[in-house]
């Protein structure tokens, strides 16, 4: 019986090995980033954008993907504004099943008039970034999914 009983739990243990390797083998990330400079009246603004690909570990034709702005001014970050979607895909066409947006506003900026749409493979973010002694910024981060899961 001792043995049965070792047997078993070296098969849980062996079972539990193999589904976290392949778990973490699907789950893998891919990162892209990409800095852009904004001239604007009141000066310079430095917006770093990173995007994050998270394939599902359980759906293969499914695409996780954040796509995380920063805004800085003279140094600072002023604000951070992400926008999350979840993708479908066949090979003929791409849907976005989901899109939210979210944010953190720094140094007396605000952030309002958010606006995200969906449409077809391609989900969008429009806001403002506002200050009370500067002009609006505008905010927009665009994701596109191809009917092949390739994430632009």
């Known amino acids: 019986?001792?043995?049965?009983?070792?047997?078993?739990?070296?098969?849980?243990?062996?079972?539990?090995?193999?589904?976290?390797?392949?778990?973490?083998?699907?789950?893998?990330?891919?990162?892209?980033?990409?800095?852009?400079?904004i001239y604007t009246e009141f000066g310079v603004i430095e917006k770093v954008s990173v995007m994050t690909v998270h394939n599902s570990p359980i759906r293969s034709n499914t695409r996780f993907v954040d796509v995380s702005d920063t805004y800085k001014y003279n140094g600072k970050v002023i604000g951070e504004v992400t926008?999350?979607?979840?993708?479908?895909?066949?090979g003929n066409k791409a849907w976005v099943s989901s899109a939210s947006g979210s944010h953190t506003t720094y140094d007396g900026w605000s952030y309002g008039s958010e606006d995200i749409k969906k449409s077809g493979g391609?989900?969008?973010?429009?806001?403002?970034?506002?200050?009370?002694?500067?002009?609006?910024?505008s905010v927009n981060i665009s994701i596109t999914c191809s009917?092949?899961?390739?994430?632009?």
């Open 83 to 90: 926008l999350s979607v979840t993708f479908g895909y066949d």
């Open 122 to 137: 391609t989900a969008s973010l429009t806001a403002k970034l506002s200050h009370l002694l500067y002009r609006d910024l």
């Open 147 to 152: 009917p092949t899961g390739q994430v632009s």
């Open 1 to 37: 019986m001792n043995k049965m009983k070792k047997k078993f739990v070296f098969l849980i243990m062996l079972s539990i090995l193999l589904c976290s390797i392949i778990i973490s083998a699907g789950a893998v990330e891919q990162i892209y980033q990409e800095t852009e400079i």
